[in-house]
Structures are given as structure tokens and as C-alpha cells.
């Protein structure tokens, strides 16, 4: 979806470096999520924030940590990079009106530690 | 946790209906039904969502009993474009832990 933006769209790295991966929106939306998927297997949920000032863990936040800049950015650290982080990672979107949960996709960034 | 299993993989040919059922037997009473398709490196896409009896949009139909254990999601007249892997997912945007994608029915449609 054109609405959500991931940079880059690939990134190769060592181990134990410093990395970023960024998320913007253009959809409007409050509320914002990162996941990892690993070959063959579905999404696991890193972080999410309902809004700007609120930051939640998911089922896989060590070794990650997120800042929420604005409504519409979201950004995804591994403060030191290690082999199995290599995943594609994918960031998403919602709105949070009437309980019904429909998120939006960025188109992903391919991660390769090594 | 509303936890959903859906078959691993299906296969079909183009032209046929397809119809994959999630099994979701501790569905609570808010809780919507909403199912994703997913293409190789590409994030899912929203493809339909109900919470009773039937919806259809331009892309799907979903069928859910009166019982809400369990949702069909039927395409109709597949194509190979259809091949991806489809996700149920069973939940309320407030209670994200809920939201989890499993590893889903990866659909292969055959010429």
C-alpha cells in the first residue's frame, strides 16, 4: 500500500551494528505496528503504539526497540544486530474507530545480518 | 486468546471455487472475524471482514455460522493471481494480543 512507506527496502548488515528501519504514513491513522517474518512462517508482532505517547511490547520485543516520533512515523532499532534478525520486517497501520481491526501494510525491508 | 487453525495449504485450479475454513472455537462476543492475503515478499492485504452470518465484497464472500466458531472465506472463479497465502484472523483493534497471524493456508492455484 502506497500509504505506508518502509526505507530502506533492503539492508544488509553485520553483527552487533547499530540499525534503523523506518516507517511513515500518510493514511491518518492512530495507531501503528512492526512485525518480523521469518521464511515459510506468519507475522510475529514486535511493537505497537496506539498513539504517539503510548509504546507496547508484542510477542518478540528483545533485542528491538521503537521510537514514535509523530503520529505518522514509527521507527524500528535493533541495537545490536545478531544473525537471527534476519527476517523480512514489515510495518502496518490502523484506525482504531469502532473496534474493528483492519491494518494497512507497508511493503517491507529485507534484513540480512551476517 | 482467540487462537484460529486454518488447513497449512490447499490447491486449486483456475476457474474453480475455493473455500478455506479458520476454526476459531474461543471467539468472544465482540470479536470480529477479518482475513488477509498475502503475496511472496509483500505485506497482507485486507481482504474481507464480518463478525455474523455472510458478507461479500468485489474480491470475497464470508460465511460464519450462527455459532461463530468457525468462517469460509470462498473465492469465486480463482485465478493464478490468486496464489498467496490467506491469514484468519479473529479480534478487537483494543486488545492487539489477540491479533496474532498464524502461519496460515498458503493457496496454490494450478493452470
Known amino acids: 500500500d502506497a500509504d505506508v512507506t518502509q526505507t530502506p527496502r533492503n539492508r544488509i548488515t553485520k553483527t552487533g551494528k547499530r540499525i534503523m528501519l523506518e516507517c511513515s504514513q500518510t493514511k491518518g491513522h492512530d495507531r501503528m505496528y512492526w512485525y518480523r517474518q521469518d521464511p515459510g512462517l506468519g507475522l510475529q508482532l514486535i511493537y505497537y503504539?496506539?498513539?504517539?505517547?503510548?509504546?507496547n511490547k508484542g510477542e518478540i520485543s528483545d533485542g528491538y526497540s521503537v521510537s514514535r516520533q509523530a503520529q505518522a512515523k514509527f521507527s524500528l532499532s535493533l541495537e545490536s544486530a545478531i544473525p537471527n534478525q534476519t527476517a523480512l520486517y514489515f510495518c502496518?497501520?490502523?484506525?482504531?474507530?469502532?473496534?474493528?481491526?483492519?491494518?494497512?501494510f507497508g511493503p517491507g525491508t529485507r534484513l540480512l545480518v551476517l | 486468546l482467540a487462537k484460529t487453525t486454518q488447513p497449512i495449504s490447499m490447491d486449486s485450479y483456475e476457474g474453480q471455487e475455493v473455500n478455506i475454513t479458520c476454526s476459531h472455537n474461543?471467539?468472544?462476543?465482540?470479536?470480529?472475524i477479518t482475513w488477509y492475503q498475502q503475496f511472496p515478499s509483500q505485506g497482507p492485504r485486507f481482504i474481507i471482514q464480518g463478525y455474523k452470518t455472510k458478507v461479500t465484497n468485489e474480491v470475497a464472500s464470508l460465511f460464519i455460522p450462527a455459532d461463530r466458531k468457525s468462517s469460509t472465506l470462498s473465492l469465486p472463479r480463482v485465478s493464478l493471481s490468486d496464489t498467496a497465502v490467506y491469514y484468519c484472523l479473529v479480534g478487537l483493534s483494543y486488545n492487539t494480543d489477540k491479533l496474532i497471524f498464524g502461519t496460515g493456508t498458503r493457496l496454490q492455484v494450478f493452470p
Open positions: 502496518a497501520t490502523s484506525d482504531s474507530g469502532q473496534g474493528r481491526e483492519t491494518q494497512y
Open positions: 503504539s496506539f498513539d504517539v505517547k503510548d509504546i
Open positions: 474461543n471467539i468472544a462476543t465482540n470479536d470480529y
